[in-house]
């Protein structure tokens, strides 16, 4: 079973950079994609970045040329590198990855418990 733990959110100004990392355990030779979501209050869940088993990477449209997604499967953990943040990109951000099962042919969706981001104006 993979488990998922985000870290690195917090307060940041307008302007300003923050560096997610979420960090993998478990049957960590199953994960196929990884990604990060966010979800403001009183909104729906969105995509932030993606990156496949096979290193393609997708960015939402709010986020391209400022967010960056990496994977590091030495050290087991994904990061978002934030610049540029803006008051609309707070939001509690979530760590997803997708493990594939073979034996029943299902891919599970496995989330961490999110970090909160806040830019202040």
């Known amino acids: 079973q993979v488990r998922l733990v985000e870290s690195g959110g917090g307060l940041v100004q307008a302007g300003g950079s923050l560096n997610l990392s979420c960090a993998a355990s478990?049957?960590?030779?199953?994960?196929?994609?990884m990604a990060w979501y966010r979800q403001a209050p009183g909104k729906q869940r969105e995509l932030v970045a993606r990156?496949?088993?096979?290193?393609?990477?997708n960015y939402a449209d709010s986020v391209m040329g400022r967010f960056t997604i990496s994977r590091d499967n030495v050290k087991n953990t994904v990061y978002l590198q934030m610049n540029s943040l803006k008051p609309e990109d707070t939001a509690v951000y979530y760590c997803?990855?997708?493990?594939?099962?073979?034996?029943?042919?299902?891919?599970?969706?496995?989330w961490g418990r999110g970090t909160r981001v806040t830019v202040s104006s």
């Open positions: 997803n990855a997708e493990e594939m099962i073979t034996t029943i042919h299902k891919i599970l969706q496995v």
């Open positions: 478990g049957s960590i030779l199953s994960i196929k994609a």
């Open positions: 990156v496949s088993s096979s290193d393609d990477i």
